[in-house]
């Protein structure tokens, strides 16, 4: 989105961020110790944006847990999730310092920040990526991309600056699902032949009237890039972002995230995709309600290897594979194991399999530690590309009611469509939100 990134001169940034030059540039000396063991010289300072449930709950409340972290400001559009998340880290810093701001580009243009945590609806993920990139950081974000274009850009922006970015998801350092990918890979099971995913069911909700905008709420950045829409209540509840294909995918793009990159580890095609996609959805009216993104669904991709692996959101979260000589299966999220004999729950190591790998750490220190090393963190870039990928390939099939052939050592349609199936229901000419 050129309107984020290319805007961004380092006289605007001042001017919005209330700071001077001899401000940004100064080096911040800070008291050994303060950060628990870590010396200022080795610590890792971090900057967030999004301080809702996810941003404040599970990635702030991790970080802060990491010895070798300091947070320098926290970024919110609502006024009060910015505050309450800087009382947050000053709390557990023991000072005042942690900046609290309503504007990304307040926190994104501190030469102070090393990286920069997102934690925002799924259509702000790539252009304050792009963004933080550009501006020298790191960059650990919420998955998924909102296009599979868009997402391409990023990896070639995280290449062309050396950068580590780590997406949010944490399934790889799982157990429950760092086996199944083991027993799958290892022959456990025989040949994987199918793989069975379901998904909790987002309930759509209904219209309602265009209201005030609440006081502490930066209406204007919270939509961006997305098309202007009034405000009314129920649209940036809890999760309801979610269900507009606007700003995400639904449960598809949500919980497949997690499930489907699992699915593709036990198929053995995390590093490509899939090559057919088919699915039917629910139709919801859109006079009636607001959301509009697939409900009561069914996807099917078939790969290259032979695998079918079949995705509804059929709920509760389940996920099932089946082999030429058993299944394996984890019921309920992060849950319970079952599987066609015993024998296999009981193996353990997978860490010497030459076609697996050992069990990272939890994402975010997984991420600190590969901007130490400067190698790729358990979900890297790329790794994220192809997951989004084969999840907005699914969106396509539902939204179009077409098979969908797909090359993706091409990362190109395959069964001539045209380049236009590419741009689906999400992509949109971006809102020039800054002169709104």
Not at 151 to 169: C, D, F, P, T
Not at 335 to 354: H, L, N, P, T
Request: glycine letters at 10%; charged letters at 25%; one cysteine or more.
């Amino acid at each position: 989105m050129s309107t984020v990134n290319d805007s961004i001169t380092r006289r605007g940034l001042l001017k919005r961020a209330g700071l001077s030059a001899a401000t940004i540039s100064a080096p911040m000396v800070l008291p050994s110790g303060l950060f628990g063991k870590a010396a200022p010289s080795n610590r890792i300072t971090l900057g967030f944006i999004g301080m809702g449930g996810q941003g404040t709950g599970r990635n702030l409340g991790t970080f802060l847990n990491q010895p070798d972290i300091a947070v320098l400001a926290v970024c919110d559009v609502r006024r009060e999730a910015a505050e309450n998340a800087k009382k947050k880290v000053d709390k557990n810093h023991q000072n005042s310092d942690c900046a609290a701001c309503q504007d990304f580009r307040e926190v994104i243009s501190r030469r102070d920040i090393d990286a920069i945590v997102i934690s925002t609806p799924d259509y702000w993920h790539v252009p304050l990526a792009m963004a933080a990139l550009r501006a020298g950081k790191d960059v650990f974000c919420e998955k998924p991309t909102l296009t599979i274009t868009e997402g391409r850009k990023l990896v070639k922006e995280v290449a062309k600056r050396k950068a580590v970015l780590q997406w949010g998801i944490e399934d790889r350092s799982l157990i429950k699902y760092h086996r199944l990918g083991g027993w799958a890979r290892s022959g456990a099971i025989g040949n994987v032949q199918s793989i069975h995913v379901s998904l909790p069911r987002k309930k759509p909700f209904l219209k309602d009237e265009p209201s005030p905008v609440p006081e502490g709420l930066d209406w204007n950045m919270w939509l961006g890039p997305a098309p202007f829409h009034p405000y009314t209540p129920t649209r940036t509840g809890p999760q309801n972002w979610r269900n507009i294909t606007d700003y995400s995918g639904g449960s598809l793009t949500d919980w497949g995230s997690h499930l489907v990159d699992t699915a593709q580890i036990c198929a053995g095609m995390e590093n490509s995709g899939p090559v057919e996609v088919s699915g039917v959805a629910g139709k919801l009216d859109p006079e009636t309600y607001q959301s509009n993104a697939p409900v009561e669904y069914k996807v099917h991709y078939r790969y290259a290897n032979g695998v079918d692996v079949y995705v509804e959101d059929a709920g509760p979260v389940d996920l099932r594979i089946v082999g030429t000589d058993g299944w394996v299966r984890c019921k309920g999220w992060d849950g319970v194991w079952e599987a066609s004999s015993q024998d296999i729950i009981r193996i353990k190591e997978f860490g010497k399999e030459a076609n697996f790998w050992p069990r990272p750490q939890i994402e975010h220190r997984d991420f600190l530690d590969s901007m130490k090393s400067r190698k790729p963190p358990a979900y890297h870039v790329e790794a994220g590309q192809r997951l989004s990928t084969t999840l907005h390939l699914g969106h396509m099939a539902l939204h179009t009611g077409r098979k969908i052939k797909w090359d993706p050592e091409r990362e190109a349609f395959a069964g001539g469509e045209t380049e236009s199936m590419n741009s689906n229901i999400y992509n949109r000419p971006a809102r020039d939100w800054e002169s709104a």
